[in-house]
């Protein structure tokens, strides 16, 4: 099992980016996925999930209205769409599948000007 996140950089506020969560040794589109964030001396915080059946999507108020999780399975990959981005998005973030015990390494967000 193997979850690699990639496409974080540095950007000004009011930027977009898109994350990248290339999944192998499992089939992503079979668990709910999920996007995590954790910011310096804060705790990891849930940003977002889609459902494996019907892809259902949920996010954290904080970022409702300007993220967009969504997957492409026949890349067995889940993106993370950020736009409107804000200091206060700056964070490594991370994808995880539900019930899967593994972290990526993650990718580093970071929103200054």
């Known amino acids: 099992v193997q979850l690699v996140e990639s496409g974080g950089g540095l950007v000004q506020p009011g930027g977009s980016l898109r994350l990248a969560c290339a999944a192998s040794?499992?089939?992503?589109?079979?668990?709910?996925m999920r996007w995590y964030r954790q910011a310096p001396g804060k705790e990891r915080e849930l940003v977002a999930h889609?459902?494996?059946?019907?892809?259902?999507?949920h996010y954290a108020d904080s970022v409702k209205g300007r993220f967009t999780i969504s997957r492409d399975n026949a890349k067995n990959t889940v993106y993370l769409q950020m736009n409107s981005l804000k200091p206060e998005d700056t964070a490594v973030y991370y994808c995880?599948?539900?019930?899967?015990?593994?972290w990526g390494q993650g990718t580093q967000v970071t929103v200054s000007s």
């Open positions: 995880k599948a539900w019930g899967i015990e593994y």
């Open positions: 040794g499992f089939t992503a589109s079979r668990y709910l």
């Open positions: 889609i459902t494996s059946a019907e892809g259902r999507t």
